[in-house]
């Protein structure tokens, strides 16, 4: 197939250091080129992918100084994709909502998935406005608050089996925390849930300037006054899989309606269990007892961490690969793809407009 994947700007793919959609937008493209698919990347100039890199915008926005408001760029790129659609059997957007009236015309040949946290009030009138637009959710619990749509499907994310390394034995006796200082990811609750066991914490985690006052008033001063508190900042990739494969175990103690949790599927590659609260996706994405310990309170996760340490990290790593490869998740990408509409009834003489020829079998 002919695949256009069209990522945010914000942050190459993929990203070089915090960037959750940028990263799985990598995983995917990678495995539909490995898997011999013709795949073109809209994505910052800065990008490295074995696809066909389209840039649109020299390097991540978020890197570049001189920008002050990301939407023109993004608009730039909508309309070289708006010239380019005839080219593709499918566009596959991780964008969130800004292309919708782009691709009325050719809506019945793209999927959009949905990173985000679908609960913010003001997302429902413009999802009512949208009803026929293909979406895809992460997990089944991302959809609860939405009105009724098309959805395509829900396609867990999925990371290379030989990205992060498996670690039997890990080095360290401590507990990890990965990901981004909010309120909503709750660094405070795994501040407590260490102080109560006895052991080390390490935080790894960005601190975006929307969350800057909350890290200075609650968080760095818990940092601070916790001589088992270990503060580390946003780390990248090499980083991680010494960070994750010798942590005990990582916490995930959150406190919203979490869309997925990429991280809790990174510490399973590493044969790391999750100690995580039962909020969102986490009940899908752990398997309670075997990958990890589902909790619902500060005491709970306190109570179990002794048996987490014990957990075996063989079936832990077994897991994440019958559930979480790359190759999954590139394969229920292609089922959704190949059951679009558009991309059973339009893609084939659209391709032999262009003088190529075309192959969508559906691979049972």
Sequence with gaps: MKIAQIAPLAESVPPKLYGGTERIVSYLTEELVAQGHNVTLFASGDSVTDAKLAP????????????RDHLPHQVVMLEE?????HEFDVLHFH???VHFPLIRDFADRTVT?????????????????????PLVSVSNDQRSPMPPVNWSGTVYHGLPTNLLPFTEKP???????????????RPDRAIEIATKVGMPLKIAAKIDNADRAYWETVIEPLVKSHAN???????????KAAFLGNAGALLFPIDWPEPFGLVMIEAMACGTPVIAFACGSVPEVIDNGVSGILVDSVTEAAENV???????????????????????MARDYLDIYRNLSGVRMKAAPLRRANGQGLDLQIVA
């Design 81 to 85: 994709i708006r010239r380019r659609a």
């Design 113 to 133: 998935t949905l990173h985000g946290r679908l609960d913010l009030p003001d997302l429902k009138p413009f999802y009512k406005a949208f009803p026929d637009i």
């Design 306 to 328: 002794e048996w987490a340490l014990r957990m075996d990290r063989k079936k832990v790593r077994a897991t994440f690969e019958k559930r979480f490869s790359a190759e999954r």
């Design 171 to 185: 080095k360290g006796n401590y507990l990890a925390f990965l990901g981004r200082i909010s309120p909503e990811k």
């Design 229 to 239: 508190v270990e503060f580390i900042g946003e780390i990248n990739e090499h980083q």
């Design 95 to 97: 964008i969130d909502l």
């Design 56 to 67: 649109c915008s020299d390097v991540a926005l978020r890197l570049n100084p001189a920008v």
